[in-house]
Each structure stands twice: as structure tokens, then as C-alpha cells.
């Protein structure tokens, strides 16, 4: 009795041991659950995210590609998403003493100082990039420093291929676009991606071109990283490499097939340089379907070091102008399809229209002409005549039919909604104030020389040309072929489209006769400039007179065809708000285009 009763205490305090010992590895477990399932991401009252600190222990990384979608030319030439070899450091100074010879070779094939490397180096918690100083972007490493660098073989320090999203000599930047961070416009446009997990607040996505329009084909699927394990402390894990991350799909990214020819449109960008152009815009256009095959736009920007304030990531060819004297198309088309002139009829120019206080660009006067004529040497008081004749609608709605007064690029049109455009902030312009028109005879009178309150676009300009060249059919421009997947396979295909279509437009008739008064024009009208291009060349001058912060500037166009015998290029030059004393330079730049074509077509036939 006595022997039993100590045996029955302790097993009693063994089971109540054991009891205890069940609750807490019981309640243990409750909170490994809550940290490990229901609180990953937040846990305790400090929201910490467990899951993301146990990666950033274990990993760090660099991006070598952003996996974005890239372009291309209509050749198949690829012109953004540039490829270089560049140096890429990791966090190993345990593993680098004693190499300081070798780093002091390092920094003699960088040719930097140790100043530098130490303010680069010291601190390093994580795997970085060598950047350029200036743009901030990768540098790129010659063959030369590539070599000596991996003859090196210094711990942490390799050589790596890396994308730059845009290169050096990057083209078409003002319609190409840029990309960056714009938290707000996530949040409002891809609240599906962001639950998803696709993209974060903070992901980089177009901001302004055909980055931004077609942003929902470029996102990629994943980027490229080269990752190095650490502990909590950021200090490499001994026997875990560094390893390099990518997304394994054969589709992904994708690319998209532009209409532009690369070549042609970098020499457009020269001839824009070499004459200086401080602002200005060049369009050319197939004349076959009134595709861009090139789209230049001044002033220059860099879109990896972007100043938004500056607006010169803005594209020209967009933007929306007091034409001058190339309106005076519209009203040649509305008079001879209105039959409010007859063509043999002659008209007196002495200067002056004798009221509105309006006056001839030629103040001597061009004396007796026909319309045809004062086509050809763009006499204001003719067509100031002409506007008298026509009510304020009729120049309006041929405005319309000729492609004017609205968004022409190609976009995605389902009951009369736009869900997809192709090109970015596209401005339509305008004929009238308030888009109504006017049955004041005055603002006729001034509307009809594309003075007023008339604005046309290089893209709207050059389409005219196009339009009459296909006897009076309005195409809608585009700038994207197609989207396919990295397999080559097509994603989506841009057709061609038509605005206005042959019979709702103007007159075959006239059509055909305004493109050989353009002619007019170059052989003894104010395009006589043209003569001596290497082809025979038909087009229409403008000068609008505008204001600039209270000075008298004006806006300088010229449009036109070539070559004439066989029209395949449409072109529209503007340099708006130039110094009056800069005349001729839209003219210049247009033949020099035009010649620049010359070339080319007769170096594709040799």
C-alpha cells in the first residue's frame, strides 16, 4: 500500500505532464498554421510579410531582361530591346581579399578609379549592375574588356548580357514612345493584372507612343534575373550558386511588326539634323494603302532620361497646326465638285480682296488667273473669291470627306466606339471654332487660305495626298502590322482600313485633276524649288502666320507626291512657329527626302 502510492503519484504527474506537453505542441501548431497559411503576408500587428522577407533572405537578384515585348521594322528588323554584354558585381568581399592586385586590373579595364569602385563596392548588399554615369542605363563592355575581365576570373564579378531597352542610336523615339512608373494609371487601367499578381503598382508600363497604346501586347510574362542565396544578413550561402532565373515559354515576348522602314527613317532623322530643324515633323506614306514608312519628329528626346515638363517626347506628326496655303486643296475640291467656278474662268488678283482688311501673300497682286492657276501660285485674294461662293457647311463637309477634322489612324472601331488605337494623343484638328461652322463670310473668307481657326496634322496632310491620289478614297494609316508570338505564329493581324470610301468622297474627276495642278506647282508655281530633285515632283506649299509669345512667327509646310509618273510616296513637311526669316526650309526638307527616295529606289534596282 505504501510502495503503490508513490507509483500512482508520479504516473498521475506524467500524465498531467503529458497533457501539457499535447497543448502546447497544440497551440504551437494553431500559430504555425496561422503564420505558415492564413497570415503569410501579414502577420502580426506589424503586417509583416512573412513569405516575401523568407525570398529576400534566401535570394537577391538583378534583372537582365524585363521580358517586354520588343519592335520591329517592316523588314524584320528589330530596333528596340538591345542586347549588350555588361559587368554585373556581386556581394563576395570575404572572397576578393587578398585579389587586390587583381581588382586594381579590373579597375584599369573599366578605367575608373579606386574611388569610384569603392563608392560602387563598399556597402554592396546585393547583386548590381554597372551603369552609366549619365544615362543610367547598362554600359556596354567591348570585346576587348570582356576578355581581360573573365581572364580575371574575379569571385562575384562576371560578365553578363543584359537588354537596353532603348539603344544609343535609337529611331522613330517620338513614335516608339517610353515606358516608366505611373502608379495612378496602373491602378485605374489594370485592376484585373494587379489581382492577378501580373503587375504591381510600382511595374514599369508605357507612358506616351506606341508603348502606351500597345502596352496590353508588350507586358511580358516574367523577367530575366541572375539571382545570389544569402542569409538574413545578406551574406552569401556557402555551396548554393548563383543561378540565373528566366520564364520558359516559347511564345513569349512578343513582337510587333511595324510598317516602317528603319533605314528610310533614320536618314530622315539625319536630313532633319543636318538642316537643323529645331521643331518640326516628316511623314512619309505609302501611296498604295497610306502605311507610315516613316515618322519623324523634332525636337529630340532621350527616353531613358525623360523630362515630361519638356514635352519634347511629344510627337510632332500628331500634333495639329494652322495649315497655311495647303487648305486651299479642300476649297479647290469643294468648288469644282460644288460647280460654283468653272475652270476657264478668270479671276483678278490686284492685291487686296478689298475688304477684312485681307491681302495677297504677293502685295504687287497676280493680276488676271485661273483657279488652276492660283493653285499653282497659291493666290490668297482667288481663293478668298472662291470661299464667298461656298457656305460655311460645304467647306466643312469636304473638309470631312478629304480626312480632315478627325482621328484618321488605324484603330479598332465597333459601333462608332474606338476600343484600340495605334497611335498615341492623335489630334484631330479642325476647321471651324467649336467644330461648328460658319456662315460668316469674313472667317470664310480667312478659313479658305487655312488661316483662322483651321489646325491639320503632318499625319492628316500627308493622308491627303494619298487620298487624292486614290481618286478621292480615304485610308486610315497605320503604323502596326501585326503582333506575333516570339514562335513567329501571329497574335494579331492590323488590316488595311478605309475612312471614306471611293464615291463618298470627292470626285474621282477632281481627285485626278488636283494631283496634276500639284504638278503645276512645282513646274511654274512656288514649288519651282523641286525642279532640279532627282525626280520629277508634284505637291502644294503652305505659310501660316502665327504668334509666338507676342512675335509674328509662322508655321512652314509643304506636301506632296513623287515620283510623278509613278506615285509612291506621300510626304508632309511642317516646321511650325519658324522665324519668318527661315523661309524655305519646309521646301528644303521635303527634297531632300524626296531625294533620299531617288536613291534608294534606283540602289533596290541596280
Known amino acids: 500500500m505504501n510502495e503503490s502510492f508513490p507509483r500512482t503519484i508520479l504516473k498521475r504527474r506524467m500524465f498531467i ?48 531582361d524585363s521580358g517586354r515585348g520588343q519592335f520591329y521594322d517592316r523588314h524584320g528588323v528589330q530596333f528596340t530591346g538591345e542586347t549588350i554584354q555588361t559587368l554585373v558585381v556581386f556581394p563576395m568581399k570575404s572572397q576578393l581579399a587578398g585579389r587586390e592586385h587583381d581588382v586594381s586590373k579590373l579597375l584599369q579595364v573599366l578605367s575608373i578609379n579606386n574611388e569610384t569602385w569603392q563608392n560602387f563596392y563598399t556597402g554592396l548588399l546585393q547583386p548590381k549592375m554597372w551603369l552609366d554615369g549619365l544615362s543610367g542605363q547598362p554600359r556596354a563592355l567591348t570585346a576587348k574588356q570582356i576578355q581581360q575581365i573573365n581572364e580575371l576570373n574575379l569571385p562575384g564579378v562576371k560578365v553578363l548580357h543584359t537588354v537596353r531597352r532603348y539603344p544609343e542610336d535609337a529611331a522613330a523615339k517620338q513614335l516608339i514612345g517610353y515606358i516608366g512608373k505611373n502608379p495612378e494609371r496602373v491602378g485605374q487601367l489594370y485592376a484585373r493584372e494587379l489581382q492577378l499578381g501580373q503587375l504591381s503598382m510600382n511595374s514599369t508600363i508605357g507612358v506616351a507612343g506606341l508603348e502606351k497604346t500597345l502596352e496590353s501586347y508588350l507586358q511580358g510574362i516574367g523577367h530575366t534575373s541572375i539571382s545570389q542565396f544569402t542569409d538574413a544578413l545578406n551574406h552569401p550561402l556557402p555551396g548554393l550558386d548563383i543561378r540565373q532565373v528566366a520564364p520558359n515559354n516559347p511564345y513569349y515576348p512578343l513582337q510587333v511588326v511595324t510598317t516602317l522602314d528603319l533605314p528610310l527613317q533614320r536618314e530622315i532623322e539625319q536630313i532633319m539634323a543636318k538642316q537643323q530643324i529645331r521643331e518640326g515633323a516628316v511623314v512619309v506614306l505609302d501611296t498604295a494603302n497610306a502605311d507610315v514608312l516613316a515618322m519623324a519628329s523634332r525636337p529630340d528626346f532621350n527616353p531613358n532620361q525623360v523630362n515630361p515638363a519638356d514635352g519634347n517626347w511629344s510627337n510632332r ?56 492657276e492660283a493653285f499653282a501660285v497659291s493666290c490668297n485674294v482667288t481663293f478668298a473669291a472662291v470661299a464667298e461662293r461656298l457656305s460655311g457647311s460645304q467647306i ?201 527616295l531617288a536613291a534608294r529606289e534606283l540602289a533596290a534596282a541596280s
Open 17 to 64: 505532464g503529458l497533457l501539457v506537453l499535447i497543448s502546447l505542441i497544440a497551440i504551437l501548431g494553431v500559430k504555425l498554421f496561422r503564420i505558415q497559411v492564413l497570415h503569410t503576408a501579414s502577420y502580426s500587428n506589424h503586417d509583416v510579410d512573412l513569405i516575401g522577407n523568407s525570398v529576400a533572405q534566401r535570394e537577391t537578384g538583378v534583372e537582365l
Open 396 to 596: 466643312q463637309h469636304y473638309a470631312d470627306k478629304l480626312g480632315f477634322d478627325r482621328q484618321i489612324g488605324w484603330s479598332d472601331d465597333k459601333s462608332g466606339k474606338a476600343l484600340f488605337k495605334q497611335f498615341d494623343s492623335e489630334e484631330r484638328g479642325q476647321i471651324f471654332a467649336g467644330r461648328i461652322p460658319s456662315e460668316d463670310e469674313g472667317i470664310r473668307v480667312q478659313t479658305s487660305i487655312g488661316q483662322r481657326d483651321v489646325l491639320v496634322s503632318p499625319l492628316q496632310a500627308a493622308n491627303l495626298v494619298v487620298t487624292l491620289l486614290n481618286r478621292g478614297e480615304v485610308y486610315s494609316p497605320r503604323v502596326v502590322q501585326s503582333v506575333r508570338f516570339n514562335n513567329g505564329s501571329t497574335a494579331r493581324s492590323f488590316p488595311e482600313q478605309v475612312l471614306v470610301s471611293r464615291g463618298d468622297g470627292i470626285s474621282s474627276t477632281t481627285a485626278k485633276r488636283l494631283t496634276a495642278w500639284m504638278q503645276d506647282v512645282v513646274e511654274e508655281g512656288t514649288g519651282q524649288a523641286l525642279k532640279q530633285a532627282q525626280w520629277k515632283l508634284a505637291g502644294k506649299s503652305g505659310t501660316a502666320e502665327v504668334t509666338v509669345e507676342g512675335q509674328a512667327a509662322v508655321n512652314q509646310w509643304f506636301i506632296g507626291y513623287g515620283p510623278t509618273d509613278q506615285p509612291k510616296y506621300a510626304v508632309a513637311v511642317v516646321i511650325p512657329r519658324a522665324n519668318e526669316l527661315q523661309s524655305g526650309q519646309a521646301i528644303t526638307v521635303f527634297r531632300a527626302v524626296m531625294d533620299a
Open 317 to 372: 506628326a500628331l500634333k495639329a497646326f494652322a495649315p497655311g496655303s495647303i487648305f486651299k486643296t479642300v476649297i479647290a475640291a469643294a468648288a469644282m465638285d460644288e460647280g460654283v467656278v468653272e475652270l476657264d474662268e478668270h479671276f483678278q488678283c490686284n492685291g487686296s480682296l478689298g475688304k477684312y482688311g485681307f491681302h495677297c501673300w504677293l502685295k504687287s497682286g497676280h493680276g488676271r488667273l485661273t483657279l488652276q
